[in-house]
């Protein structure tokens, strides 16, 4: 028998798939990447077909009743089983329904979701490119990765390209920089995945290069791991969601001992009196120094205040995590990073200033690409109605409210019709009862995606994509370094279709085909993808890729890098020749836009404000919950697969618990215990591990949804338990890590949340 080797790629790195006939029987990692990510070894999951939506489906209650009236029986009511011809018909009539009775705002595409790696079968904007073509839809602004954050740096830097690492390399920090404070996490866990896919995983050899130097690290957050053990770091084990205060507190250290660059504020920032005034309590009578910070943050303040003192004196590079964002009042951690940056007056220089999101996917910090990434055109936005991506149970529950966003009132459009495609709301939405509640709203719901997820379940219509290892895709993104190749290595499985060929059949129907496909198929379009990839390298950079024939054949190509400059050193340079796209012109620590608009929840400088729920306002027996990235998948993909059933324990997710938090509720390490609070409550396996802070409590997301009929999940979902509130009135991002929680023990454990996810769906499909 011959052995295939097809060359494929995922979010989470470059592969090789081996195949006997129609079946996988091994995947090797891109001999080049040092450091692939073990979920590759779980993409043979997708060959399997449990969990796969094998045909088109269409709910019982909708199919009986048409649109609207039988919303709440979504997710219990059965799924039958339709031909494509008629599946298709009902989508394609509803979206001309709804179009002619509601207008287009009425139907709401923002389908949010990582999808597969593949840049041509990218199902979201398939979608947006189809709708485009018949009077546009409602789309989303911003991601759940990083809202709050690029919302603020747009208006007090100019521009959010510091959010993907274009602050420094992570080559340039390993070495220049002298002191490096990372708040949130440098990881290897979140750097396994880069949107777009990747090649070669590098921070870990940037983390041997810092280390190899002796740089001194300083790693502020509440878990221990959040940079490998091998590092020889000083932890600061912090309270969740206060590092604004440290950094306030940092800043208030550098003023009173009069070590800040007062040059550099008065040169390249405007406004800075106002923020000075508030760190030396001028404002509100409250100086803000190491004694200040250490009472917030639950860290020692002869630490901060030696930190401090140390910081002018040596190249000092500032990391922030994206989760810091994914907060209330997420955007202060974002800006007062930036202040406390500008008082040290590194920016722009190599090894120095601040950036944000390193570690936070693969390629943050690696040498950026400079050519056009392989993408397919969702075309021209013929309406512009959108909602900011977090705000979508808010929109579905108070359709024609008025809310605030980036300095503007808004309206929520009305919507009626939802159309997912890629995505997984029921992962990644906070507060799911909430969003439950909002679910049964709308007159008729369209899910395309290959799994029988938590989303899926809850359909009216119901359409079986294929993964993407049954089709032929391009792979690639400005912060890979190489192009890849995603070729087919099985059949589809039962009746799904590529997300390409479901489209198209949809565009026949809505009469717009030609517009769509161009006359390409799906090879067609690869190669035009790819060839203005290839022109765009020859053209504007003189940097030859090789023919697409070579590309496919082998299975990748090398992009143009960009040259390894630090962001903003222009602007060091010539700061008025080269003029920041702020208010000022220059970096904004006081914001005379953010002044007149008064919000209460953003206030015209970095400042610290207690959030919503925090240890600071904590009851004795509450825990700050962490719901982080979970190590063996992405998001909810690939549940089923080795990595990601090796992080499970007693058939579901394992909450973590320091040994006093533990002990004080008498429970022990391996014991089933119940995570609630006033929005949800569910199960988890309890972790007694002292490498986090006490009182915090660490469930990663991503277990599919497995409610019983008590409202308890069975999964360890702990977006039963986060709060959906926007990060504030200006970003309006999603605040997951705001979150306070009671942990039990739970007496019985009602065995294995997979196989009752299985039994629920049997229920539902009658098989
Ligand atoms: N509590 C908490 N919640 C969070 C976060 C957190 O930190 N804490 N993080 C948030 C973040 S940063 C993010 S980005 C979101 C992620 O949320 P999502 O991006 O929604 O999560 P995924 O599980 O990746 O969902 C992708 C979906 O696409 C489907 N899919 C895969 N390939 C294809 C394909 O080829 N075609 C089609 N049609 N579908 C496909 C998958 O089966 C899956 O259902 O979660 C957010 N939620
Ligand atoms: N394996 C894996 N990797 C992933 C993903 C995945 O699903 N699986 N998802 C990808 C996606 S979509 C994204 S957006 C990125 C997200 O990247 P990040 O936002 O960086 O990832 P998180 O895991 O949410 O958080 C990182 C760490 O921040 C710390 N943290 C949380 N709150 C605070 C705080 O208030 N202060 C401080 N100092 N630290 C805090 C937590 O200890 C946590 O472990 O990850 C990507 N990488
Ligand atoms: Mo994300």
């Not at 007090?156 to 274009?166: H, I, M, Q, R, T």
């Not at 957050?221 to 205060?245: F, K, Y």
């Not at 306030?248 to 106002?274: K, M, N, Q, V």
């Not at 206030?603 to 306002?617: K, N, S």
């Amino acid at each position: 028998m011959t052995i295939r080797r097809i060359p494929h790629c995922s979010h989470w790195g470059a592969y090789t798939l081996l195949v006997e006939e129609d079946r996988i029987i091994g995947v090797e990692p891109l001999p080049q990447d040092p450091a692939p990510s073990p979920i590759i070894h779980s993409v043979p999951e997708w060959a399997k077909p449990d969990r796969r939506v094998l045909r088109p489906m269409v709910r019982e209650g909708w199919l009986e009743h048409g649109p609207g009236s039988t919303g709440r029986a979504r997710g219990s009511d059965r799924l039958i089983p339709v031909s494509w011809d008629h599946a298709l018909d009902l989508v394609s009539k509803e979206i001309t329904r709804v179009s002619k009775q509601h207008g287009n705002e009425s139907i709401f595409a923002g389908s949010y979701g990582w999808t597969s790696c593949g840049r041509f079968h990218h199902a979201s904007s398939l979608l947006k490119r189809l709708l485009n073509l018949v009077g546009g839809y409602t789309g989303h602004v911003d991601t759940y990765s990083i809202a709050a954050g690029p919302v603020i740096l747009r208006h007090v830097l100019g521009d959010d390209g510091a959010c993907g690492g274009e602050a420094n390399t992570l080559e340039s920090i390993a070495a220049h920089t002298e002191t490096l404070v990372v708040f949130g996490a440098l990881s290897p866990r979140t750097a396994q995945n880069e949107a777009g896919g990747i090649g070669t995983h590098r921070l870990e050899d940037s983390l041997r290069a810092i280390r190899d130097r002796g740089v001194k690290v300083v790693l502020v957050s509440p878990l221990r791991d959040d940079m490998p053990g091998w590092m020889d770091v000083d932890w600061w084990p912090i309270r969740p969601n206060t590092d604004t205060a440290l950094m306030l507190g940092l800043a208030g250290e550098l003023l009173a001992a009069r070590r800040h660059d007062a040059g550099f504020l008065s040169t390249y920032t405007s406004g800075s009196d106002d923020f000075l005034a508030y760190l030396s309590g001028d404002i509100d009578g409250q100086r803000k120094d190491a004694d200040w910070a250490a009472q917030i943050t639950g860290l020692d303040a002869g630490r901060i205040r030696a930190l401090a003192r140390q910081m002018p004196d040596k190249r000092t590079m500032l990391t922030v995590s994206w989760s810091l964002q994914r907060a209330h009042h997420g955007e202060q951690p974002f800006w007062a990073a930036l202040g406390l940056a500008a008082m040290l007056g590194q920016i722009g220089l190599p090894g120095g200033g601040v950036g944000y999101g390193y570690g936070s996917l693969g390629g943050v910090g690696a040498a950026m690409s400079a050519g056009k990434s392989p993408a397919m055109s969702k075309g021209r936005d013929v309406l512009r109605s959108f909602i900011p991506v977090a705000r979508i149970a808010d929109m579905l529950l108070n359709p024609g409210a008025s809310y605030t966003y980036e300095g503007k009132t808004r309206r929520y459009p009305d919507a009626r019709l939802v159309y997912w495609a890629g995505g997984n709301p029921f992962h990644h939405h906070q507060d799911l009862n909430r969003l439950s509640e909002a679910w049964t709203r709308p007159e008729t719901i369209i899910v395309q995606d290959p799994m029988m997820t938590a989303t899926a379940r809850r359909a009216d219509i119901l359409l079986p994509a294929s993964t993407s290892i049954e089709r032929n895709d391009i792979a690639g993104n400005k912060r890979s370094d190489l192009v890849l190749a995603m070729q087919q290595a099985i059949a589809p499985l039962g009746e799904a279709k590529s997300d390409f060929d479901i489209f198209c059949l949809l565009a026949d129907r809505l009469g717009v085909r030609d517009a769509f496909d161009e006359g390409r198929d799906e090879m067609g379009w690869l190669r035009h993808i790819y060839d203005l990839t290839r022109s765009d390298a020859a053209d504007r950079l003189g940097f030859d890729m090789p023919p697409f024939e070579d590309f496919w054949t082998k299975g990748h190509a090398p992009c143009p890098r960009r040259p390894d400059v630090p962001h903003l050193s222009d602007f060091r340079a010539e700061p008025e020749a080269n003029r920041l796209n702020t208010e000022s012109g220059r970096i904004v620590l006081g914001s005379r836009q953010l002044g007149q608009l008064a919000l209460p929840d953003c206030p015209a400088h970095p400042a610290w404000q207690p959030p919503a729920e925090w240890l600071g306002g904590a009851a004795e027996d509450e825990l700050h919950l962490v719901s982080h990235q979970p190590q063996g998948r992405l998001h909810s993909q690939l549940e089923t697969g080795g990595s990601s059933r090796a992080e499970k324990r007693n058939g579901r997710e394992q909450v973590r618990l320091h040994p006093q938090d533990a002990a004080k509720r008498g429970i022990t390490d391996g014991a089933t215990v119940r995570l609630w609070n006033a929005r949800g409550a569910c199960l988890a396996t309890a972790r007694v591990t002292d490498t986090q802070r006490p009182g915090v409590a660490v469930l990663p997301t991503g277990a599919w949804l497995t409610g019983d009929a008590h409202g308890t999940d069975l999964s360890g979902n702990p977006n039963v338990l986060t709060l959906d509130i926007g990060s504030s009135a200006f970003g309006q991002g999603c605040a997951a890590h705001t979150c306070l929680v009671r942990i039990d023990p739970h007496d019985e454990n009602p065995g294995d949340a997979m196989d009752i996810y299985a039994a629920q769906v049997a229920v539902l499909t009658d098989t």
